[in-house]
């Protein structure tokens, strides 16, 4: 857990301008990709992705993307600390989930059946 202790609220007006910034120029890419649908699907795609990557940038030097960019960074580092299992312990596993799949299936069809025999052959033959 991180023991850094924040202000919360602590956006400033020139952290809501650059977010508004950043939201006008994912608009605007969005805008060019629409308004200029007769140009090549190549081009239009890269007047979004540039209007994407200018939002994403401006965007990062806020307080918010300075915020993403640490939990990003922790998440990496916690990602550091994961025992993965090998393939063969991954094999085994599936192995055992599928097995036991098959069993509970097979166990919930033969209580279906005998349910059904029990109410459709027997009960319901009592009242006529």
């Not at 990709?33 to 992705?49: E, I, K, S, T």
């Not at 279906?112 to 459709?120: A, E, F, N, P």
Request: charge should be neutral.
């Amino acid at each position: 857990m991180n023991a850094k202790v924040e202000k919360a609220g602590a956006s400033n007006a020139l952290d809501v301008v650059k977010l508004v910034l950043a939201g006008a120029l994912l608009v605007a890419g969005l805008v060019a990709y629409y308004y200029f649908a007769d140009w090549n699907g190549w081009a239009r795609l890269g007047m979004l992705v540039v209007g994407v990557i200018a939002a994403a940038t401006v965007g990062a030097f806020t307080g918010v993307g300075r915020s993403v960019r640490e939990y990003i960074t922790e998440s990496q580092f916690e990602l550091r600390k994961v025992v993965w299992p090998t393939m063969d312990e991954t094999l085994r596993t599936t192995l055992v989930i599928v097995v036991v799949v098959i069993i509970l299936s097979l166990l919930l069809g033969l209580i279906d059946l005998v349910l059904k025999w029990v109410v459709l052959d027997h009960l319901l033959k009592l009242g006529s």
